[in-house]
């Protein structure tokens, strides 16, 4: 079975400040890791996601994300925040086996302080 | 512009009644997915479609029924709704490599009363 952890509800952070959302995983044998993001009353967006490869994956908006093996983590990075960046951001991992359904994290509400 | 539809936005249904939620992606997607959004449990897979013609059980498919009659569209049916199925609900597709990314909709927020 599959699993994506974010152990974070709430995100604050100042606008120009670095952020960072965490992501951990449990996947049998190597993932392929996502990240997105949901605007209030919206569907989920796209934004990077992890195949192989080089570890640091860049994405729409600016944003970058981290695959570390080793720590199973997948964390989402920004160097400097806009306040239009507030949302509500979702980790997920699929297994490279058979099956394709993502397993989405519970989400972080991310909050971008002016 | 291409995408996935999802119908209706919003509903409020009486429990015990029946009801559809349609979903249609232009995109020839091959896989097909529905979940549910609820607060603090974040998306949960109900059913899903890897091709048209064929279904599968997801993480909470209990209550909840399918078909894929062809490549475009996703029906899921509330056989005889309860209070807790209130919930947002999201169609996706994706393409056929394990490696793409899943496209939303706009999801429809459903109240059992």
């Known amino acids: 079975a599959q699993s994506v952890a974010q152990p974070e509800d709430q995100v604050n952070v100042a606008e120009g400040n670095p952020l960072t959302v965490k992501c951990t995983y449990s996947v049998s044998g190597n993932p392929y890791l996502f990240w997105y993001v949901q605007y209030p009353n919206r569907g989920l967006q796209f934004l990077l996601k992890y195949i192989t490869g080089d570890n640091l994956v860049k994405g729409s908006y600016g944003f970058e994300a981290e695959f570390n093996k080793s720590q199973t983590s997948f964390h989402l990075k920004k160097p400097s925040a806009l306040v239009s960046d507030s949302a509500l951001y979702f980790c997920?991992?699929?297994?490279?086996?058979?099956?394709?359904?993502?397993?989405f994290g519970s989400g972080t509400q991310l909050t971008v302080l002016p | 512009i291409a995408g996935i539809t999802q119908a209706p936005t919003s509903q409020i249904l009486a429990a015990g009644r029946r009801m559809t939620l349609r979903c249609t992606q232009d995109?020839?997607?091959?896989?097909m997915y529905w979940y549910r959004q609820d607060l603090g449990l974040g998306l949960r897979l109900i059913h899903y479609s890897n091709t048209a013609g064929t279904t599968g059980k997801g993480e909470v498919p209990d209550g909840y029924s399918v078909s894929r009659a062809n490549t475009d569209d996703f029906p899921l049916t509330l056989a005889s709704a309860v209070p807790s199925q209130t919930s947002v609900y999201f169609c996706a597709s994706s393409d056929s490599g394990q490696n793409t990314e899943a496209f939303f909709g706009q999801g429809t927020r459903l109240t059992v009363v």
């Open positions: 997920a991992v699929r297994s490279r086996g058979s099956a394709r359904q993502l397993t």
């Open positions: 995109m020839r997607h091959n896989a």
